[in-house]
């Protein structure tokens, strides 16, 4: 916010609701000025104006309203937007969405205050994402392939391993050829402590901690402050790939609870629900936070951003996934019928999408047949997950003997090309080279998505001969 | 003007009270930073108003300025090929203003830059009567595009002045009209207010195919210039892709590409990868005949509202200098989002699923500013506005209010299956859904131009692909094995349409455009493999048999990507060798 005023003080509260709290008398409020309410008891908490009229202020209090009385409290407007420092400082750390630490370690010194809601980049400073992400994983590397700057999020259902695998790409990804300067940002959205710390463990397992700053808000804790939770950690994520020029994760979890905190908060205002009960504007609301992601001319850093939700009942025509699906560059979507099968990852590569992989694959950046061989793999499977619906319905035995073929293709694809240990780090030539085996074992005539070169350079049939 | 002073301020929405002279429409600015906003509302003195940037920081008593004026845009040389928002501030011109990645709130840019000059050759001469549209003289704007300077609409009269060939800036007078004694100076700049539709003498039916270079598209349900056409589906179906497609390979001579409430890194892809992408039918850069229009996801609500009247009126103000123009918009939805968001801030009564009760009025009117016409003024021309748009239903649910009334108003629909589109069978248009009211108007182009039996090769695709739709109910019964031989075939032959025809790899270099005679190449391939084996089942060939003879069959399916569109001698070869394999085929089994 530009223009600072003098701070101002009312005690005239009028109502209090949900998160709300209307204060009278109030001439001059800014819209989303910062405010500060102070209990009788000298309890301090934080608030912005979300609407301001002649006269009438309403004011949203992060931290909630229990315990806030209209007799007694004081309503200090402070003549300033919401800022947090943001700092490196915070690297190694873990703080609450107001930059408070929750380590026991000191607050951030030197740092640069910044409007956590950040500003839309300029499209045309945007550098377009083309480096390939290995991360070892081959359902990702081979068929939806990670690239820098992407946002990619994991669409997961509860109890499926989405953390895990989060952790795995976290500790496994490199841009093959580079050393680079990396950082991971944290957005814990309403977690359970023990989900954050999982985290946290696993990066000082890694060795890696002093890269990590944890940004997090429980699950216990009012609903402004979850959805405060990924905005300051995106923040701390532009501060330091465009300043810093760090090579930035962005990892936010779980964006589930951040909508479930925006519909509660929506409802509290009366504001008329939309599909689920979700506001009207949960899609520009989501599109604020997930395009602060990516790279920009110029600059040295980047941010790849990777959301978590979880899918209410699996559904991913739930609004939470859906409108997310709608913003982002992709999605992973994790399976529960793959998972009971006993398949880790459990990633469903037909509804999973890597909008951006076209332009990070192939000759001169993965290997040349990784375009075919995906495309190929894709239809493949698509047909074999098909074939198995049939199958189940007139039996096995009324399926012609290509159809046939399909079927154990796709039991070898699940078993040997999707399943992995979660210690399993492969590189994408192994990636590829397991598709080639899976594929061959299909007629040659169906491998029509592969050019015939490759078909000869890499098909096993022909390798061994060479 | 009016003049007063903010109320009450809720996001976008902002009361301002005493505006006395307030114009519903009528753009004003808001408090200190004088921020863009238009009036949507007025109640005695008090102006409801629509901010176009983010109002944090306003508070009741800053002062609010009328401008007298609706929300316009600047019409002139100097469109082709920038990047602008949806109030058509040029974003790159914004980046060196603001020296920072973001885009800063309160920025005052003009839309055409003021310094640059233009080569402008005078068309008419001084005494000549003129009236509005006519052509006062030319600006060769890009190697493309010949950008004609048009007397505006409103002014006629006899042309007292105009100045000699040369080079002049946007805003210098080009020309004196003297209309009924008043000397009106003409600029080469002019402005228009975007929410009215540009005049014009009269609108004609549509007669020509728009060719885009998709085979689905051209083929199966065509577009013709001036049409309209919604491209619905769910999220990561292949909307954008598809709108991409058209916006490089359209037979369009401009392209506004209006990007509405989508992804930062879309209008980056266009914007770096148009000037080095060709435009096949004139090989020029793309950029040279594109306008990117970019109100992103993240940019205000109210921009993204205002931003498709934007582009459509950059489309009309080409089309009246006699162009055939593409616009299309990704996504109507969130420009339908947009207006419930300012409609329930003003607390209007919510219609279906909270939009506004004239959601269905706002589409039709904006739909119905596509349409080919004979523009105003001499000499006579003709140009088009073509609308193509992508819709984003929640869940890909195609029953929800944007989509169903879009339905209503477009003459083409190419909706997307998500089905398809995890098959990785793009683009995902479900052919079974899909229509297009142009097929007999572009019939005739197709026979003429390109292939006589079109028609009937084509109608062939269709019924062969309902066909199998029929034949799949019945083999998910009995199994595939218990079907009669021909329906085998049939089953065989649309799995060959769908494979060689109908699927297309927008990132393929050599299947992303496929020409017209393209086209119908593969078509033709198509269409001989069916007699062909038609004729072997006929004399009791199974069609397993078949499937194994003929080997040219995945030769054919990859031909797509692998013959260029200059070298369509070589399906002769593939002909030949489908023609040869079948009789071989014939003369073993002894048939
Ligand atoms: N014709 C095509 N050729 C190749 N790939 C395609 C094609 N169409 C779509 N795709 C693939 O599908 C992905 C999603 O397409 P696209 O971004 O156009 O979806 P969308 O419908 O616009 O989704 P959203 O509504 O989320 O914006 C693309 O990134 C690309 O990988
Ligand atoms: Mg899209």
Redesign the interface.
């Known amino acids: 916010?530009?223009?600072s005023m003098n701070v101002r003080e009312y005690s005239n509260i009028s109502m209090i609701k949900g998160p709300l709290v209307m204060v009278q008398g109030v001439?001059?409020?800014?819209?989303?000025?910062l405010v500060e309410v102070e209990m009788p008891n000298g309890e301090k908490r934080r608030g912005i104006v979300?609407?301001?009229?002649?006269g009438i202020s309403v004011v949203q209090v992060f931290e909630g309203t229990r315990g806030i009385s209209p007799v007694g409290t004081t309503v200090r407007f402070l003549g300033r937007?919401l800022e947090v420092k943001i700092s490196e400082e915070m690297l190694g750390r873990i703080f609450n969405p107001l930059g408070d630490p929750l380590d026991n370690g000191p607050m951030v010194i030197k740092g640069e205050k910044r409007?956590i809601?950040?500003?839309?980049?300029?499209?045309?400073?945007?550098?377009?994402?083309e480096e390939f992400i290995q991360t070892g994983i081959s359902a990702i590397d081979g068929l939806n392939s990670l690239l820098r700057g992407q946002k990619l999020p994991i669409f997961s259902g509860s109890g499926l391993p989405a953390n895990i695998l989060a952790a795995q790409i976290a500790k496994q990804a490199t841009v093959r050829g580079e050393e680079s300067n990396f950082a991971v940002v944290f957005g814990a959205i309403g977690v359970r402590y023990d989900e954050a710390l999982f985290f946290r463990k696993f990066f000082e397992e890694t060795g890696a901690i002093n890269r990590v700053a944890l940004i997090m808000s429980l699950a216990n804790e009012p609903p402004v402050m979850k959805t405060l939770t990924p905005k300051t950690a995106l923040t701390l994520a532009e501060y330091l790939a465009?300043e810093q020029d760090m090579h930035v994760l962005a990892i936010l979890i779980d964006m589930t609870n951040y909508c479930e905190a925006l519909r509660e908060i929506s409802a509290s205002k009366e504001?008329?629900?939309?599909?689920g009960g979700y506001p009207?504007?949960m899609?520009?609301d989501l599109?604020?936070t997930y395009?602060?992601a990516?790279k920009?001319v110029g600059?040295k850093g980047s941010i790849t951003q990777m959301p978590i939700l979880t899918m209410p009942n699996d559904d991913i025509?739930?609004?939470i996934p859906?409108?997310t699906?709608?913003?982002t560059?992709?999605?992973i979507t994790l399976d529960r019928s793959l998972y009971n099968k006993g398949i880790y990852p459990p990633i469903n590569v037909?509804?999973s999408?890597s909008?951006?992989a076209?332009d990070g694959i192939g000759e001169g950046k993965t290997r040349d047949d990784h375009?075919d061989v995906s495309?190929q793999l894709?239809?493949a499977y698509?047909?074999a997950v098909?074939t198995r619906g049939?199958a189940a319905?007139?039996?096995e035995d009324?399926?012609?003997d290509t159809?046939k073929k399909y079927l154990m293709f796709g039991d070898a694809f699940e078993r040997k090309f999707v399943s992995q240990g979660v210690n399993e780090n492969r590189d994408i030539e192994t990636t590829l080279d397991i598709g080639w085996e899976v594929l061959s074992i299909l007629p040659e005539?169906e491998?029509?998505n592969v050019?015939?070169d490759f078909i000869k350079k890499y098909h096993p049939a022909y390798r061994g001969k060479k | 003007m009016a003049q007063g002073k903010v109320?009450?301020?809720?996001?976008p929405l902002v009361v301002a009270e005493g505006m006395k002279d307030a114009q519903m429409f009528e753009v004003v600015e808001v408090g200190?930073?004088r921020l863009v906003g238009e009036i949507t509302r007025i109640e005695g003195d008090r102006a409801y108003i629509q901010v176009y940037e983010d109002?944090?920081?306003?508070?009741?008593?800053e002062p609010v300025v009328g401008s007298g004026a609706p929300l316009s845009v600047e019409l002139g040389p100097g469109l082709l090929g920038q990047?602008f928002d949806g109030l058509l501030r040029p974003?790159?011109e914004?980046?060196e203003v603001?020296k920072?990645?973001?885009?800063?709130r309160g920025i005052k840019l003009p839309t055409l830059n003021r310094e640059k000059k233009w080569h402008f050759v005078p068309k008419i001469k001084k005494g000549d009567k003129v009236e509005p549209g006519d052509i006062l003289g030319t600006v060769q704007e890009t190697g493309l595009v010949e950008h004609r300077i048009l007397v505006p609409p409103y002014v006629h009269g006899k042309l007292k002045e105009i100045v000699t060939e040369g080079d002049y800036r946007v805003e210098d007078n080009v020309a004196i009209v003297d209309m009924n004694g008043d000397e009106v100076p003409v600029k080469m700049m002019q402005k228009w207010p975007v929410r009215v539709p540009r005049p014009f003498k009269e609108k004609l039916d549509p007669t020509q195919p728009l060719l885009t270079g998709v085979r689905i598209l051209d083929t199966i349900f065509p577009m013709a210039k001036g049409g309209t056409a919604a491209i619905p589906g769910?999220?990561?179906s292949g909307k954008t892709v598809t709108l991409q497609s058209l916006s490089k390979w359209s037979e369009a001579k401009i392209v506004i590409y209006v990007?509405c409430?989508e992804?930062?890194?879309e209008?980056?892809?266009e914007?770096?990868s148009f000037p080095k992408l060709k435009d096949p039918w004139t090989g020029r850069p793309l950029l040279e005949r594109t306008v990117l229009v970019?109100n992103?996801?993240?940019?205000p609500?109210a921009a993204r509202e205002a931003s498709i009247y934007v582009g459509v009126t950059l489309a009309e103000y080409f089309r009246d200098q006699g162009y055939d123009v593409l616009t299309v918009a990704d996504s109507t939805s969130?420009w339908a989002?947009a207006l419930?968001?300012l409609g329930?801030r003003m607390e209007e009564m919510?219609a279906e699923?909270?939009f506004p009760s004239y959601l269905s009025s706002r589409i039709a009117e904006y739909y119905e500013r596509a349409g080919r016409v004979r523009a105003l003024g001499n000499p006579e021309r003709f140009g088009s506005v073509t609308l193509a748009s992508a819709v984003?239903p929640?869940?890909?649910?195609f029953t929800e209010p944007v989509t169903s009334t879009t339905l209503r108003f477009v003459r083409v629909f190419w909706p997307l299956d998500v089905s398809l589109a995890?098959?990785?069978?793009y683009p995902a248009v479900n052919w079974l859904q899909g229509f297009s009211s142009y097929v007999d108007l572009v019939s005739d182009w197709w026979i003429k131009n390109v292939d006589p039996d079109w028609r009937i090769m084509r109608d062939f695709m269709v019924r062969t692909l309902l066909r199998e739709d029929e034949l799949k109910q019945i083999?998910?019964?009995?199994?595939?094995?218990?079907l009669a031989e021909k329906d085998k075939l049939t089953l065989e032959v649309a799995r060959l349409i769908k494979?060689a025809f109908l699927k297309q790899?927008a990132?393929d270099d050599i299947d992303a455009f496929s020409s017209p005679q393209k086209q119908a190449r593969i078509m033709k391939l198509i269409y001989h493999y069916n007699q062909y084996a038609t004729n072997a089942v006929e004399r009791g060939i199974p069609v397993?048999k078949i499937a194994d003879k003929i080997?040219v069959?995945?030769d054919i399916?990859?031909s797509k990507?692998?013959i260029k569109n200059d070298e369509l001698q070589k399906y002769d070869e593939l002909e030949n060798k489908l023609k040869a394999q079948f009789d071989e085929l014939l003369k073993e089994a002894g048939a």
């Open positions: 916010m530009e223009s001439a001059d409020s800014a819209y989303n000025e979300v609407d301001s009229q002649k937007g409007d809601n950040g500003e839309p980049l300029n499209p045309a400073v945007r550098d377009y994402p465009f504001e008329v629900p939309g599909r009207g504007y899609y520009t599109a604020q395009e602060r990516g920009v600059k025509t739930h609004p859906d409108l699906g709608y913003i560059e992709g999605q037909l509804m999408l909008r951006l076209k375009k495309n894709f239809a698509a047909k098909d049939l319905i007139i039996g009324s399926l012609s159809d005539r491998l029509t050019k015939v | 109320a009450r301020v809720n996001g200190e930073p109002t944090s920081g306003i508070r009741p008593g990047l974003l790159g914004i980046k603001t920072s990645p973001f885009i800063k769910p999220f990561g990007g409430g992804r930062g890194n209008m980056t892809d914007l770096r970019a992103t996801s993240n940019m609500v969130r989002e419930r968001d329930g919510p699923e909270g984003s929640p869940g890909g649910d995890q098959a990785r069978h083999v998910r019964l009995v199994g595939p094995e218990s494979e790899n990132y397993k080997t069959v995945p399916i990859r990507a692998t």
